[in-house]
């Protein structure tokens, strides 16, 4: 759980997770293997789509970026609980060293075979797309969300106006059917049943997409007309105070499989445990052979990623030469292929050698020293992408 919560661009909603918006470019990136685009202040990319919107020649417009569609994706931290090697690895370009984290393969695997150290987990965090996110993660977070510390049930019985308080939006309080008000709870079904008419529904906004769609815009209060997003009332079945669970206490699997059609990816999200980070992550004796590595890599476990560094968008002349295109908003900038690197620290090439890589990408090494990150988006469409941790 972030120390900070981050604050969502367009409603001022603070969450424990980031909401950024990025554009897909097929043809960007040093090998045109494609990259995401953070959107900043100044966006080439949304110069080519629109230079009016910066008072730039309307000459410049460029059809393909034209064709590009911006989308909102969702950023969050963790941990991969598994087993890995620490393995040595040499930039090409740099000639540098560093220490990649490659997943344990169990029986047949390489690095077992040649005796290559085992550490415990990787620090990474995950770029979700929207669909994905609300198809899937949405759901989940709702279920863990029920669940109270209390060891109760927790579930909405309405949404109120933020401003009078009146009730917007029911759920719990009448039924749907005959309109009785006798409603009782089904903590093990997560249904609310009419003791009336016997009609049950689910009490998981997820599972009422009706009430889902209305319930993420604003209304008119039925009590004071006030134009408001409804706010909504939480109970818990055994306690007065509901303290609930999220997604920061649990333990789960995310994987990407093929929808049935194969055209897409799916988000598939199970084993859904709510339990304390394994201990091994913070305990030296699984973070490596050498002793001074291990300390600060277990340390830095402990620490709160900021994903606004991380995930912040890069310069226009970094983004310039991420397309291979003049800097629109310099046009004395060199542009084009000629920086080879599109690290924005010039330190991130540490001397020493940092445990490093993305999870399934072709990215240079990043480094956890938030003053030295590798800036250049993952090329191509990755789940999760690791943090490294210098010697």
């Not at 909603?13 to 293997?33: F, Q």
């Not at 034209?66 to 994706?73: E, S, T, V």
């Not at 240079?364 to 789940?383: L, M, T």
Request: glycine share 8%.
């Amino acid at each position: 759980m972030p120390e900070k919560l981050y604050v969502h661009p367009d409603t001022g909603v603070e969450l424990p997770w980031r909401t950024g918006v990025r554009y897909y470019v097929p043809w960007a990136g040093k090998n045109g293997k494609g990259a995401y685009i953070e959107v900043g202040e100044k966006s080439v990319v949304e110069a080519y789509r629109n230079p009016a919107q910066y008072g730039l020649d309307p000459g410049m417009k460029n059809d393909a970026y034209g064709k590009l569609d911006p989308k909102i994706y969702y950023a969050v931290s963790g941990w991969v609980e598994e087993w890995f090697h620490r393995v040595k690895d040499k930039n090409a370009e740099t000639g540098k060293e560093y220490y990649e984290r490659e997943r344990c393969v169990g029986r047949g695997c390489e690095y077992c075979q040649t005796q290559v150290p085992k550490v415990f987990g990787k620090r990474v965090y995950f770029e979700i797309a929207r669909t994905h996110w609300n198809e899937s993660l949405y759901g989940v977070n709702e279920y863990i969300e029920s669940n109270c510390k209390c060891g109760g049930f927790i579930y909405k019985i309405h949404y109120e106006c933020p401003k009078c308080h009146g009730l917007m939006v029911d759920m719990a309080n009448q039924c749907f059917n005959c309109q009785g008000t006798d409603i009782g709870i089904d903590a093990d079904k997560a249904e609310a049943v009419c003791n009336g008419c016997q009609s049950s529904w689910s009490l998981y906004e997820d599972k009422n997409p009706e009430i889902a769609k209305e319930v993420h815009k604003e209304m008119d209060c039925p009590h004071c007309r006030t134009k408001a997003v409804p706010s909504p009332v939480s109970q818990c079945t055994k306690c007065e105070k509901p303290d609930s669970y999220n997604l920061f206490d649990c333990q789960m699997t995310i994987q990407m499989v093929g929808s049935p059609d194969g055209k897409f990816k799916e988000m598939k999200v199970d084993n859904i445990n709510i339990q304390e980070p394994d201990t091994k992550l913070f305990d030296t004796k699984y973070q490596g052979p050498v002793a001074e590595d291990a300390i600060k890599i277990a340390e830095a476990n402990k620490k709160p990623l900021d994903l606004n560094y991380l995930l912040s968008p890069p310069t226009p002349d970094e983004e310039a030469q991420i397309l291979n295109v003049q800097n629109p908003f310099n046009p004395n900038s060199s542009g084009g292929t000629q920086v080879k690197s599109y690290n924005r620290g010039a330190t991130a090439a540490a001397q020493a050698p940092v445990e490093s890589g993305y999870e399934e990408a072709e990215a240079p090494p990043e480094v956890a020293d938030e003053s030295a990150v590798v800036r250049q988006p993952p090329k191509g469409p990755a789940i999760a992408r690791s943090v490294n941790i210098r010697r």
